[in-house]
């Protein structure tokens, strides 16, 4: 029996298992897949579900706990349930993600058969040209991938080289900022300079009337030296001016008496 030819394709239109008796092996890879996928539901789904319904009742119970284990903390925050799938449920998570790519997995059981000595029925028939015709088709299909590969790492290697010289402009860029900064530095330490020059002059400004301030304090002594003198003569003025009225006085008193004598002396001779 003549098996049907493969058609030109990539991962996700080849066929990789043999027809079954009376199917094509596009129906076959067609049963594969729908019985990959029913693995999947069954392996996965059914835990999955079961795991989400026991964290939900924990849940429940650990509102007033504060801290709780790794595993139940991540579930109850939305984490990845891969914290709590066992081997068999990640490998079948696998198994569902690869298939959506046309990747299913190998029975291994149809592929070795039951029988040593007989030939399986489920691989496929090809003659020695077809399978030659077929490599050969696959290697130059190779030889396609591997230039397109090598003209990928290329332009990888040429974006790479573009990113180098992109991050060379930018440390020229810093070097001339840094430039840009010293000199600024020197600036500022002439800003500083000058800052310091004008307080040097404000301090001898106010040195110089420090200086006037004394001078003007000691006239001011001066002064008062001169005006306690002044006060002092005045008074030597009132007293000699005192002692004036007292002469006059007793002058008066004096005449007064002698007049007062003589006046009893005449009246005593009469």
């Keep these: 029996m003549a098996v049907k030819k493969r058609e030109n394709g990539s991962l996700t239109g080849s066929k990789r298992y043999a027809a079954e008796k009376g199917k094509s092996v596009e129906e076959q890879t067609q049963d594969n897949h729908a019985k990959a996928m029913h693995n999947v539901k069954e392996k996965f ?69 039951k029988d040593p000595y007989q030939a399986d029925g489920n691989i496929p028939e090809m003659t020695a040209a077809d399978a030659n015709r077929q490599k050969l088709k696959i290697q130059r299909q190779n030889n396609a991938l591997e230039v397109r590969h090598e003209k990928i790492k290329q332009g990888r290697k040429v974006f790479a080289i573009a990113s180098e010289q992109r991050r060379l402009i930018g440390d020229v860029v810093d070097f001339a900022t840094a430039g840009i900064e010293t000199a600024t530095k020197v600036v500022k330490n002439q800003i500083a300079d000058t800052r310091y020059q004008t307080e040097q002059s404000k301090l001898e400004q106010t040195e110089e009337l420090l200086y006037q301030q004394r001078v003007a304090t000691q006239g001011t002594l001066n002064l008062t030296h001169g005006i306690e003198q002044e006060w002092d003569l005045k008074f030597q003025n009132q007293q000699a001016k005192n002692d004036r009225l007292k002469l006059e006085i007793e002058g008066s008193q004096r005449e007064n008496e002698m007049k007062r004598l003589e006046i009893e002396a005449r009246l005593f001779d009469s």
Excluded at 48 to 61: F, N, P, R
Excluded at 64 to 74: D, L, S
Excluded at 99 to 105: D, F, I, L, M, R
């Design 45 to 113: 789904q059914k835990p999955l579900e079961s795991v989400t319904d026991g964290i939900k009742a924990v849940s429940q119970g650990i509102q007033g706990v504060e801290r709780a284990t790794i595993t139940i903390k991540n579930a109850v925050s939305g984490g990845s349930s891969t914290v709590t799938d066992t081997h068999t449920a990640s490998l079948a998570k696998a198994s569902g993600m690869a298939t959506q790519y046309g990747v299913a997995e190998i029975d291994v059981t149809d592929l070795l058969g």
